[in-house]
């Protein structure tokens, strides 16, 4: 068929008939006569808007839309664009379009009446609606990029705040890019999508409030007040909506007013935080963003009620899209700060509490495990070690060497005590090892096999000294022990008996 575009149809005939028989006792009618209906025919489109329609030609029934039996949605079909094919056969039949409004707000929308080319007409529904589609979409977008963002940056001490902001960024997209008509246009005849700009709204201000109140100094608890009644809200809506009492359209007006309130109370908490840290960038920032906010949504708002829900513009969409980038990327840079203090924090904690020549834990990891007082010392066992000839090796082949034999020695140590306690340097050429819950007999098969494991590497490497590593162990006994310190010394007389039976033997 020849595309031969469209044009808008202004010469009708309207009226309002009363009908009990309709859900607000009214309808109304329109009238196309005397059409110049080209060869192959075209389509009449219009929008509708909570609102079941009936179109005749002649007097013949030809296309008409209304909710399902079971729509657990509500009495209405929706939001949704219609496309009536008319052919060259009718010419000179007048066209009657029926629109029943299913809601007050309904009742005095006339939609613009499209005939031409069904390609043209929807291209031309694209273009007009593309700058919302463009501002939602980038929203949608941020707000993943937000959430992933912060889900992987969390466990590295990033704010919740980033999460937050996502969720908002998500359903201010979702709501505007599902409230536009392009979207019905895309998915026709889809009640389902007629609800998510309500749901998405109803779900913003719990995410918004909670991302406000960490830019402020004082995070007072009254933040949470709005977070409660947008729950309450919430579940009132949804309640009336399931029980088919009233719709989520209906009841819109309980969360514009947690909108209004949150806003008194941010500007009530500007005003605050201006009295305790003065006028800085930080609040600059935050008035910049949140006037832009409000400028938008009370612009929004206003046309929503001026049009009866018909359109709004895209005012409020840029207002959060500027909010949502100024203070996010602000987030971001906080969060990327604290992951920074984070990686120090955990660098000079390893300095702290790790030997750095053999990268076992130190003599103050050991004092900070078993004087915390979490610590049990109920069936502990302490294993103490002792490398024989360390300063005859370092006074022969040098402190290099010695550094070799103490690295190598700590690695076959953590070889076999490492996944089943801690092991620690105490400094010099003495180490232990920190047992819970492991029995004495394990305990002794396990030097066992640190004995094999020293002397097949003694065998395998041609050192011009052997390693040798004294070992002594003791359990943790109340009736013995006054405190570990006592088994420690229990250990160590161990210990140095089998040093003295080494060398002993050696000579």
């Not at 409020?316 to 969060?335: D, N």
């Amino acid at each position: 068929r020849e595309d031969t575009g469209f044009q808008y149809l202004t010469e009708y005939k309207s009226r309002k008939v009363e009908d009990e028989n309709t859900p607000m006792g009214v309808k109304s009618e329109y009238v196309i006569s005397q059409m110049n209906i080209p060869k192959g025919g075209n389509s009449l489109a219009f929008f509708s808007i909570h609102q079941n329609v009936q179109v005749y030609i002649g007097e013949e029934l030809v296309y008409s839309v209304q909710p399902g039996k079971n729509n657990p949605f509500g009495k209405t079909p929706g939001s949704t664009w219609n496309a009536v094919p008319i052919y060259e056969a009718d010419t000179g039949k007048d066209i009657k379009i029926v629109l029943i409004p299913v809601y007050e707000s309904s009742v005095d929308i006339v939609p613009d009446f499209y005939f031409g080319s069904r390609v043209s007409i929807w291209v031309s529904v694209l273009e007009r609606n593309f700058m919302s589609l463009l501002l939602g979409g980038m929203a949608v977008i941020l707000g993943i990029l937000f959430l992933v963002f912060g889900i992987v940056t969390r466990r590295s001490g990033a704010d919740r705040g980033l999460l937050m902001m996502g969720m908002f960024s998500m359903n201010i997209g979702l709501w505007k890019v599902s409230d536009s008509d392009a979207m019905a246009l895309i998915f026709q005849h889809s009640i389902a999508l007629s609800y998510i700009p309500f749901i998405s709204l109803l779900l913003v201000v719990v995410p918004f409030v909670l991302y406000l109140r960490k830019l402020f100094v004082e995070e007072k608890k009254i933040w949470y007040l709005p977070c409660f009644i947008s729950i309450a809200v919430i579940m009132v809506s949804v309640t009336l909506q399931m029980a088919g009492v009233a719709d989520l359209r209906q009841t819109l007006w309980m969360n514009h007013l947690v909108m209004g309130f949150v806003l008194v109370l941010a500007v009530v908490m500007l005003f605050r935080e201006l009295h305790l840290v003065g006028w800085n960038n930080h609040l600059k920032i935050m008035v910049i963003c949140m006037v832009s906010c409000l400028v938008g949504m009370v612009a929004d708002i206003f046309v929503y009620y001026i049009s009866k829900g018909a359109s709004m513009t895209v005012m409020g969409m840029i207002g959060f899209l500027i909010y949502i980038i100024v203070l996010g990327v602000i987030s971001v840079r906080e969060a990327q700060r604290l992951m920074s203090i984070g990686r120090k924090a955990k660098h000079y904690e390893q300095m702290t509490y790790h030997d750095q020549l053999t990268g076992l834990y130190n003599r103050a990891a050991y004092a900070d495990d078993t004087g915390s007082p979490d610590f049990k010392m109920k069936h502990c066992i302490l294993i103490m070690f002792d490398l024989n000839n360390l300063k005859q090796c370092n006074d022969t082949w040098g402190h290099e060497k010695g550094d070799v034999y103490i690295r190598n020695s700590a690695k076959l140590i953590h070889e076999v005590f490492g996944n089943i306690g801690k092991c620690y340097r105490m400094g010099g050429d003495e180490f232990s090892v920190l047992l819970k819950e492991v029995s004495v007999e394990r305990c002794r098969k396990l030097v066992a096999k640190l004995k094999d494991k020293t002397d097949a590497w003694n065998r395998e490497n041609e050192e011009k000294f052997l390693m040798q590593i004294a070992c002594g162990y003791a359990q943790y006994d109340e009736k013995e022990d006054y405190d570990l310190g006592d088994t420690l010394r229990r250990a160590d007389r161990m210990m140095y008996h089998e040093k003295f039976a080494m060398k002993h033997e050696n000579f």
